[in-house]
T-cell receptor
Framework: SQQGEEDPQALSIQEGENATMNCSYK?????LQWYRQNSGRGLVHLIL?????REKHSGRLRVTLDTSKKSSSLLITASRAADTASYFC????????????FGQGTRLTINP | DTAVSQTPKYLVTQMGNDKSIKCEQN?????MYWYKQDSKKFLKIMFS???????INETVPNRFSPKSPDKAHLNLHINSLELGDSAVYFC????????????FGPGTRLTVT
């Protein structure tokens, strides 16, 4: 069953602008992960945020987690052409589950 | 020095054939996975092995049979291929079960004609 759902499904912005993607999930979780997939490639792990964390940073990436709303957001600041990719959130299928469930992703296009 | 590798990268075959996809990881991880990504980019787990033991076996036709000869390898054999099996198959590994990031291979694009 699908757990995380990304919004929007597609996003197109100009280089240098910020990009925000959202993820909503259904059941309680102990962690949430974000991955990036460049065209024709495998997924690459970006950030893992635990349920007791509200915000996490990694370079130009900022992830927030609101467990009361069962939602997370991924912000990419000062976007670059190389950020063009699909971005997926992944959550355990239920709290403590051993398998991750991925959403369908947000397709991000950075226009030069 | 590729972390997770898969072969072949592309596989084109006819309906009814049997094919295998191989996966190897050199990260020393205990856990390996097979995922299927359909044309709409929806990624779904198929199998997971931990220390060569099958842990996750989703609702997958029994034409799909994973085999883990050792912790570093997880192969996927598919019998009697069908048109609906066309997809990209990803192998992944992680340090363990639960709260660990996963490392993905480059994928195998399977096309059944």
């Amino acid at each position: 069953s699908q757990q995380g759902e990304e919004d929007p499904q597609a996003l197109s912005i100009q280089e240098g602008e910020n990009a925000t993607m959202n993820c909503s999930y259904k059941t309680s979780i102990n962690n949430l992960q974000w991955y990036r997939q460049n065209s024709g490639r495998g997924l690459v792990h970006l950030i893992l945020i635990r349920s007791n964390e509200r915000e996490k940073h990694s370079g130009r990436l900022r992830v927030t987690l609101d467990t009361s709303k069962k939602s997370s957001s991924l912000l990419i600041t000062a976007s670059r052409a190389a950020d063009t990719a699909s971005y997926f959130c992944a959550t355990p299928s239920f709290q403590g589950a051993q398998k991750l469930v991925f959403g369908q992703g947000t397709r991000l296009t950075i226009n030069p | 020095d590729t972390a997770v590798s898969q072969t072949p990268k592309y596989l084109v075959t006819q309906m009814g054939n049997d094919k295998s996809i191989k996966c190897e990881q050199n990260l020393g991880h205990d856990t390996m996975y097979w995922y299927k990504q359909d044309s709409k980019k929806f990624l779904k787990i198929m199998f997971s092995y931990n220390n060569k033991e099958l842990i996750i076996n989703e609702t997958v036709p029994n034409r799909f049979s994973p085999k883990s000869p050792d912790k570093a390898h997880l192969n996927l054999h598919i019998n009697s291929l069908e048109l609906g099996d066309s997809a990209v198959y990803f192998c992944a590994s992680s340090a363990g079960l639960g709260v660990y990031e996963q490392y993905f291979g480059p994928g195998t694009r399977l096309t059944v004609t």
